[in-house]
């Protein structure tokens, strides 16, 4: 049996514009694998908002479904979010992209007003209840402040819109650069910017890997 650290990565799709920020994701896992953990890949089994065409920036005339898309990240290991029991799981972790504000939750819409998706929502508080690392990359600690308020959580510059948000739902805000984390010990949440502000691959590399190294510290 393996004794390996198992995360579970959340995942909205496929591609910043519409789904989950590739890189992110992409790199959160190899982040998880090169400290030594696992990780299953989950995601709703819902339509996408919308389809964006990611070379114009414009809506496609079709329809995708947010599950079948992340399975490409995932190259089809993938098992629905409704099945995620975190106690199966040491950790829960968020990758950004816009399909965490428009899949996941309607941020990207609704701002402060946002909702979340119930299952999403469900995760989120069966890890704080049971004790479990949550972490969030780029905008989805946006979730964190809707779902948990109080929680002390980056989403980078203390200029983006996205920062008065979190503050207004609550959320204790800590202004970030480049691989930088915050830290909530109450909810046992790591959080970084990524992508929310001007980054290079190598640099989300290094957020995503300070985030899995936070989350294994905390649970070792």
Do not use: W
Not at 97 to 108: D, E, I, M, P
Not at 155 to 166: T, Y
């Amino acid at each position: 049996m393996s004794t390996s650290k198992k995360f579970a990565v959340i995942l909205s799709g496929c591609g910043v514009f519409d789904g989950a920020e590739i890189h992110e994701a992409t790199l959160t896992m190899y982040a998880i694998v090169k400290a030594g953990a696992e990780y299953q890949v989950f995601a709703p089994d819902i339509l996408q908002h919308h389809v964006v065409n990611h070379i114009t920036g414009e809506e496609m005339n079709e329809t995708r479904n947010v599950m079948v898309e992340a399975a490409r990240i995932a190259r089809g290991n993938i098992k629905p979010l409704n099945e995620l029991n975190v106690a199966d799981y040491d950790a829960v972790i968020f990758p950004g992209g816009f399909g965490a504000a428009k899949n996941l939750s309607t941020f990207a819409f609704d701002g402060e007003n946002l909702s979340v998706n119930e299952e999403v929502e469900r995760v989120i508080k069966d890890s704080v209840d049971q004790k479990i690392p949550l972490g969030a990359l780029c905008i989805s600690p946006i979730i964190l402040a809707k779902v948990l308020g109080d929680a002390k959580l980056t989403l980078g510059s203390e200029s983006d819109p996205s920062a008065g948000a979190a503050k207004k739902l609550g959320a204790k805000y800590i202004a970030t650069s480049h691989g930088e984390v915050v830290v909530d010990e109450k909810y046992k949440t790591v959080t970084s910017p990524c992508y929310m502000i001007d980054s290079n691959i190598a640099q989300i590399g290094e957020g995503a890997e300070n985030v899995i190294l936070a989350i294994m510290k905390m649970l070792n």
